[in-house]
């Protein structure tokens, strides 16, 4: 049986659904385990990246459902998130990739200065003091280093890591963007394809 029959769709788009649900419960997972052992503090980052796997977990389980059933209400809204993601995704994937030097050095800034907490963590992971100077701290910094006084910036360092990582982001965000445009496709195919077992024929 060739690749576009019925069965063939349903099992792919059973398969890709499957696939999303466990990407959303490793987010979750994560998550919960970096708040669990205090490797990040932010609870506003760690509610975003739960927030984010549940959603997908929803949508995923609203597309498996739909395949299951051939349900065509739910495929045809799963079809129209899946691709709003897509949009979504795949602009902002393509944004990180763009960013020069001086985008992601006014990005680094603006959310440093935004987010205590989370500016609390790097300073303690990376053992550093400020993003350009020590003084801005004020008496909150946790790195080991202010022991000595001899505390580097944040700021540098963050810059080194900026790019790798805006890199690694768009291309897992961009891997994923074209996975999202799949099932698009999948589950419009299949929401237009006949499910053999309801020809009563086929029993006879």
Not at 25 to 49: C, D, H, N, P, Y
Not at 169 to 179: E, H, K, Q
Request: proline residues 2%; aromatic residues 12%; contains cysteine.
């Amino acid at each position: 049986m060739v690749c576009g029959g019925f069965t063939c769709s349903k099992n792919s788009l059973c398969v890709l659904n499957l696939l999303y649900i466990m990407v959303s419960l490793l987010l979750i997972g994560i998550a919960a385990w970096g708040k669990t052992f205090g490797l990040v503090t932010s609870f506003s980052v760690v509610a975003g990246v739960i927030g984010v796997g549940i959603f997908l977990f929803l949508i995923a389980l609203i597309g498996l459902l739909g395949a299951i059933k051939h349900h065509q209400v739910l495929l045809f809204f799963y079809m129209i998130i899946l691709f709003l993601l897509f949009v979504v995704q795949f602009s902002i994937s393509c944004a990180s990739l763009a960013l020069n030097q001086h985008q992601q050095n006014n990005l680094l800034e603006v959310g440093w200065n935004k987010s205590f907490e989370t500016r609390m963590d790097v300073e303690e992971y990376f053992n550093c003091c400020g993003f350009n100077t020590n003084m801005e701290n004020n008496g909150t910094c946790k790195a080991r280093c202010i022991e000595s006084d001899n505390c580097p910036t944040c700021g540098p360092i963050l810059k080194m890591h900026a790019g790798e990582v805006l890199r690694y982001v768009g291309g897992i965000g961009l891997f994923f963007s074209f996975t999202e445009i799949l099932g698009v496709w999948l589950t419009h195919r299949y929401r237009n394809q006949k499910d053999p077992r309801a020809n009563p024929s086929a029993f006879l």
